[in-house]
């Protein structure tokens, strides 16, 4: 049966001095609408790569990605990026750096009005609508993720791909911002692709957990599917044994099966 | 309102006068005594003691023109200066003033007659020559800018463009405007010929060779800003799919504004600095060639009045650096970074 999203046999290879290196090879992966994936595996082992290459940024070497049964090789909206570092243009207000997205993406769809009330919308999904007119620099780690998410939901996008949103944020704000994007997910049911490298989160927010082997060369390891139900809540899940289960799963395979020889 | 004052000082680096803005509101005069001695005592210190050195040294050196003139005599030639300045002027009202009583008489005997209304000549005064060497500096620096930046925008995105030009760049900077002076002097001659000249050779000349020599620094800092930007923002706008324009307009020139802006302050000192050294060779009116003319000139004064012009292109260096900075604070994004 065509799945939403279909990875299928991705290979890259990346030119060095020394002839090519394999950094991905033969990952296969099908994601179904509405689903959360979490990708996680040791830095290093090409997790990122697999995000880039469904973004459009990489070119895979061999295999392809296809979403709604459209093959993917360049960047787009539909499948909107939020980056670590928050990347927001500095220059530009919270408003004004969702409003470059919308006005790119809805450009001849949506009146000036209708784009205004959307670009509100989406500042206060993430809870940001206090703030809004303030530049990146006077607030603070956790507010500009927020941003970045809003940006990246604004463009509409039908696979949001998340590059580890929260690995650059301590671990309560990162608790505070997971909520907020479970709540979101509850409204919206996105489809998502997020890689991270932290086993509670990646249990906590996912319906299915792509664990991935080291590089160089790497691919798929173990597929888990999280079945716990939703609305989860972090507090309920912390004595949960079938969360536990989970979790001890993941960390077997990343620190068992699977460890880096050399950290 | 009192905001709004310290806040333009502090925009345009004049902070010594925010403790005088502050006392005279009447916020707290002890602390703000304090700070005004601390801000403008100490380097009014500095000052003073050059002076003094000044004194003593030039006292000790006799030339052939006379000993080396202290401030005293400098301050002397100054006022003179402006003097002559204003003579120059009522001169210039007084024949102005002639030919109209001529010429109307000419009118009332003969209303036909052909009146000419002949330009005054007198010399430059010293004022003319200040406003002469801003307007060349000018001209040169925004025809450097005009090419520096757009190229440095384009080969910072090119790799490729960057690698063809950079040899070029690193072998042109280092020309010094007195070499670049005989070969600008002769193309100007050869090319820019008119019945009607808009601008004088000389004029020409000087300005395309502050451009030659203030043209690299811009280009080579827009470049590394334009080619320093972070990745990811590319990637946004990659994600975005903004063509190549909206790219350039919209991430690229506002994220490199500050290197930009680096580079145009480093080009309108070159700019100034060669502006001088050209004038005096290609004989453009302004502080280069009076300078020139009273080396020239070998008057008891002529040592004295040549300070003048070193200590008022000193100044005017300064102040246009101000101006950059300032533009520099309020086109930059980022209003906290430190820029010296």
Redesign the interface.
Known sequence: MEKYLNISNVSIDFPTPNGPFRALDNVSLTIDKGEFVSIIGHSGCGKSTVMNIVGGLYQATEGGVILEGKEVNEPGPDRAIVFQNHSLFPWLSCYENVELAVKSVFKGKKSPKEMKEWIDHNIELVHMSHAKDKLPAEISGGMKQRIGIARALAMEPKVLLMDEPFGALDALTRAHLQDSLMEIQTDLNNTVIMITHDVDEAVLLSDKIIMMTNGPAATIGEVLDVKLERPRKRLDLSDDAEYNHYRSEVIHFLHERHARKVA | MKDKIINFLELTGFTWFVPLVKLATGESPTQQLRDLAKMVGIPLLAIVIFLGLWHVGAAKVITSLGQVPGPVQVWEQAGNLVDEHYIEREKEKKFYERQDIRNAKKLEKNPDAKIKVRPYTGRETYFDQILTSLWTVFVGFVIASLVAIPVGIISGLSNTLYSALNPLIQVFKPISPLAWLPIVTMVVSAVYVSADPMFSKAFVTSAITVTLCSLWPTLINTAVGVSSI?R??I??G?????NYL?TVF??VI??S?PMIFTGLRISLGIGWMVLIAAEMLAQNPGLGKFVWDEFQNGSSNSLSRIMVAVLTIGILGFLLDRVMLTMQKFFS??K?AVIR
């Open positions: 972070d990811d923002l990637n946004v990659r994600v975005l799919r903004l909206t919209k991430i506002p994220s504004i994004y980022d906290n």
